[in-house]
């Protein structure tokens, strides 16, 4: 166990409890991670606690899970929405807040897509739960390229500079309108998974600039990249020739971001050779 935030400054609290979780993690999946992944996500909670303290210190109710029961599908199945959120009560004022580790320019672009899941949220919350709810916001753990820089450099006058333009906090419209909207769409991917229907998006999809990607990043590279099933999905199997080398077998092909692959792999070697 580590020892109580009292006894420890905050942040040295927070590796403990990371590192203590890191472990946990790997032995429930069996996965591992790279090390250079792993010090981008400490970095990331971190730098969320230093830019965030305030927020964090008057979440009065954390990890709340909502659920949605007895929805039903296009398709006639019935199924359940849940979701995690963190509340923030002041006087009587209500917040809540949904934290995501995407960064902040890629969630005011893609408003919409959060719009509605947050929506569905406070649809739960004040209906359901009979819950008073003034204002919802995304926070956005990713930090932006002015901060990666910085800390890529170990600038840390640059690295306090960034640190102060950064706005992570996305504020969210309440319109009920969406709720009926995702409610559907989420019904017709239900129906599509017990369909047993996954194909794979076609290549002009994955070949497209992202709304809010950092320097025209593509869906291929932003999204494709942390999937597990990219080295066996044609259309990424695509983009990637199209982009990079292949290798001899014509089995491992790496896109310009996958340059931690060495890493990734030695990392998974490790933890299944330390079961
Ligand atoms: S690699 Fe994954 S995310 Fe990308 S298109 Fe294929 S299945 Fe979808």
Redesign the pocket.
Known sequence: MPESPSTLSIEEFIQEVFEENFELLIAESGHAISPQAKQVALEQVLLYWRKLRDVAESVTDTEVLLTLPAQTTPQGREFTIEGVVDIVREDEHVIMYDIKTHDADYVRENIELYKQQLNVYAHIWQELRRQPLDAMAVIATDFPSEVKSALAHLDPRALDAALERWEPIVPIEYDPAHKDRTIYAFGEIVDKIQNGEFP??PLE??QTPIKGGWRQER??TR??RN?D??FS?D??RQYAMGNRRISERGMEYFTEDDSNQEDWRTASLDTMFSE
């Open positions: 794979p998006p999809v994955l869906f291929g999204v494709c999937c099933a990219r999905c259309s990424y």
